[in-house]
């Protein structure tokens, strides 16, 4: 992120300071930590658009001021049956509800040798890969997919249907860290527009399309036309067939169809958060997956070949120009050992943010380097 206004803040401060934004506005602490922790890994990662950036904007103001999420998660259990489970969030932390989502599919694979929990009432659950990394870290494959409101448009329309409905895998590996997928089935994603337009970016030209078909480069004019329904998304591959857009489209509309149509959850529009023009709560349909590697191998001999494949990959023929190829995840954990020293990244328009919470909330006990004029 290129910003003359950019400020560094310890990992540990900025969890810190999250967790008392997060009690101070009713999330009990246990719950509090987690979503911190969500939040702080994604900046960890180098993924800004869903770390200490959506903290006020999809956390924050959608329990105080716009009331459509719930600071205490009550999670129900609404159908058990063996490797199988169904829950209701009832509009409660996301971040809660997928973590012991998650916990419960873990249980249920090293019971039958695959869990899967499918959710529904949930709200924005951020990094996607949070998840999946905690079956890795238990010697499984993890797996997750999460509806959103709409931004997507299908391939040969403009009108925004699908949410942007990343489909996550982790894997365990040999090496330092896990493959690891975690992106959107469109080109870019809210967030990382959001991300633009705090820095005050144009965004690159194919990512957004207008009614008329025409794609947008303000990230502000973006923002506001995603929420007035007049702009979507691209899905993966582009706009037409030319370039695969049909792939992303599809890829998109069975994750819409696996957070909805097995918890008999909300879908497509109905995740508009808007009813009879008041906000509502988006009722966010995910599924969780963790698969028991030593059902099928060894866990160390699995570790070993997927690191192979990884180092084969990378050590392949590279382009004229190009100085490495990466596999998944890699990148993100060079970020991570770019950042430990350094912390989270804030611009001004995330420092404000940050100090809006902290004033409305009475944290006196925060003094950040961009409080000095």
Not at 184 to 204: C, D, M, N, V, W
Not at 354 to 360: P, S, V
Request: hydrophobic share 40%.
């Amino acid at each position: 992120m290129s910003d003359t206004d950019m400020h560094w803040i310890p990992f540990d401060t900025m969890t810190r300071f999250m967790r008392d934004v997060f009690t101070g506005i009713g999330v009990p602490e246990e719950d509090a930590a987690i979503c911190a922790d969500v939040l702080i890994e994604s900046d960890k990662r180098g993924i800004d658009s869903h770390g200490t950036g959506r903290l006020k904007t999809i956390y924050y103001d959608r329990i105080v001021h716009h009331k459509v999420q719930q600071p205490v998660t009550r999670l129900e259990i609404v159908r058990d049956r063996h490797a199988a489970a169904v829950v209701d969030g009832g509009h409660g932390m996301g971040m809660v509800i997928a973590k012991r989502a998650m916990d419960m599919a873990i249980a249920k694979a090293k019971a039958h040798g695959l869990g899967m929990v499918a959710v529904r009432n949930s709200t924005h659950y951020g990094i996607a890969a949070y998840y999946p990394m905690m079956a890795a870290k238990a010697g499984m494959i993890g797996i997750t997919g999460t509806n959103a409101r709409p931004s997507i448009a299908p391939t040969f329309g403009v009108e925004n249907m699908l949410g942007t409905n990343p489909l996550v895998f982790a894997m365990p590996t040999d090496e330092p860290f896990p493959f690891t997928n975690d992106y959107a089935t469109s080109i870019s994603q809210r967030g990382k527009i959001e991300a633009y337009a705090r820095a005050k970016k144009p965004l690159p030209a194919g990512w957004v399309i207008d009614r008329n078909g025409q794609t947008l480069t303000d990230a502000d004019q973006v923002l506001k036309a995603l929420d007035a329904g007049d702009a979507a998304l691209t899905p993966l591959g582009g706009i037409g067939e030319e370039t695969g857009g049909y792939k992303g489209y599809g890829y998109a509309t069975v994750v819409e169809i696996l957070c909805a149509a097995l918890q008999q959850g909300a879908f497509l529009k109905q995740l508009n958060g808007v009813a009879d023009g008041k906000k509502i709560p988006f009722a966010l349909g995910h599924f969780f997956m963790a698969i028991d590697i030593e059902c099928f191998t060894d866990l160390a001999a699995f570790k070993k070949t997927t690191g192979d494949i990884l180092r084969e990959l990378r050590a392949s023929v590279k382009a004229p120009g190009a100085d490495r190829i990466y596999t998944c995840g890699e990148k993100e954990y060079l970020a991570g050992l770019d950042r430990r020293d350094k912390g989270v990244p804030v611009n001004r328009g995330l420092a404000n943010q940050l100090i809006a919470m902290r004033d409305e909330l009475g944290l006196t006990q925060y003094a950040f380097p961009f409080d000095k004029p």
